[in-house]
């Protein structure tokens, strides 16, 4: 990657990240309007090139297999959180993706501690993990509705005033320890307006397609609305760190959103930096046996390496062509150009 669309990318997302330390008051500091000077009409092309760029480093981290990287993303009802993940990870390879929405806690899940559901979804190396909603509903939705901590059978003691100042703790110390031992945490907070909500509420409404989306409950959550701007306001200060920044995302204009999820996304790949696996002397001297035996195969007048044979054509004809069954010329070898670090596979199918 050169140091060129790393630049853009770093400068797109910088003003949506929140410094650690910070005091945030959400609907003082950030614009769910803002689009950083983007128009809609080059959004098309800007998302696609992020997917490919995601693509490219989703191999290399799959291919590295040390990595793993977990996505956060809590917004309010409608704050669009499904499109923004259908869309941004459309070009990935889907067995290395893995995507968990967490709802109300299970009568099991109630059984044990409140970031055990969670950690049972975290990503394995050379994965990505995206939640839709995420550990932070701990913070928020139990802290705007607390009868949810006497549903959790917390002990009496552990459910005072310090609560949530321990809990910050909690998360932000599992986040550290995530981290240290190679899965990077991106945290994304989908910044809707309540006046953008209430137009999306009624679409869903309006539109029998989308009836199934829309549900009584919504709208009840949405008259703790001020509620939620101070629980999102005391997240984002407690809770954004130097190894696990938040980043707000402006989400009025869902074109825009997707654009900074894949460019923050993109980001934290680059930052890791995967590589493919280097190739020992034995597996080279293999993979050059196998290739031989496998051009003695080609039939009669069929190039001995039909992809050479492309990349040769492709070239313009440059250099000697490959071999072919017939007794034509002999291309190039193994150990020269791309070929010659092939990529190890990971330890799961479908990483290739």
């Keep these: 990657m050169s140091e060129e669309p790393a630049a853009r990318i770093a400068e797109l997302i910088e003003p949506l990240r929140v410094a650690p330390g910070a005091r945030v008051d959400l609907s003082r500091d950030f614009d769910p309007g803002y689009r950083a000077g983007l128009r809609k ?26 990595y793993g990287v977990l996505l956060c993303l809590q917004a309010l009802d409608a704050g669009g959180k499904d499109g923004t993940i259908r869309h ?40 990505i993990a995206i939640f839709n909603r995420s550990h932070y509903e701990e913070v928020l939705v139990v802290r705007v509705h607390p009868e949810n901590l006497v549903r959790q059978k917390l002990p009496g003691e552990a459910r005072g005033p310090d609560v ?7 998360i932000n110390e599992w986040e550290r320890h995530l981290t240290d ?78 654009i900074c999820t894949a460019a923050v996304l993109a980001h934290t790949l680059m930052d890791i930096d995967p590589r493919y696996p280097e190739v020992s002397e034995e597996a080279r001297r293999d993979l050059l046996a196998a290739r031989r035996e496998l051009e003695r195969e080609a039939p009669a007048g069929a190039p ?29 070898s193994v150990e020269g150009g791309r070929q010659g670090q092939p990529r190890q596979r990971g330890k799961r199918s479908g990483r290739g």
């Design 181 to 258: 031992s190679g899965f990077k945490v991106v945290k994304l907070l989908l910044n809707l307006s309540k006046e953008e909500q209430r137009a999306r509420f009624l679409k869903r409404i309006d539109l029998p397609e989308k009836n199934w989306k829309f549900s009584a409950a919504d709208v009840r959550e949405r008259r703790h609305w001020d509620e939620y701007q101070r629980a999102f306001s005391a997240m984002l200060s407690a809770t954004s760190t130097a190894w696990a920044p938040w980043y707000v995302v402006p989400a009025d204009r869902k074109w825009f959103a997707r």
């Design 41 to 66: 009409r080059d959004a098309e092309e800007l998302l696609r090139a992020g997917v490919a760029l995601l693509a490219e480093y989703q191999q290399r981290l799959a291919a590295q297999d040390t």
């Design 164 to 170: 949530w100042e321990r809990r910050y703790r909690e």
């Design 88 to 127: 941004v990870m459309s070009g990935l390879n889907p067995q290395g993706v893995r995507v968990s929405s967490f709802k109300v806690p299970s009568d099991e899940e109630l059984e044990h501690d409140y970031l055990w559901r969670y950690a049972r979804r975290l990503p394995e190396r050379g994965e």
């Design 304 to 332: 001995a390496d039909p992809y050479a044979a492309r990349q040769a054509r492709a070239d313009g004809g440059r250099g000697a062509g490959p071999e072919r069954r017939d007794g034509g010329e002999r291309g190039g």
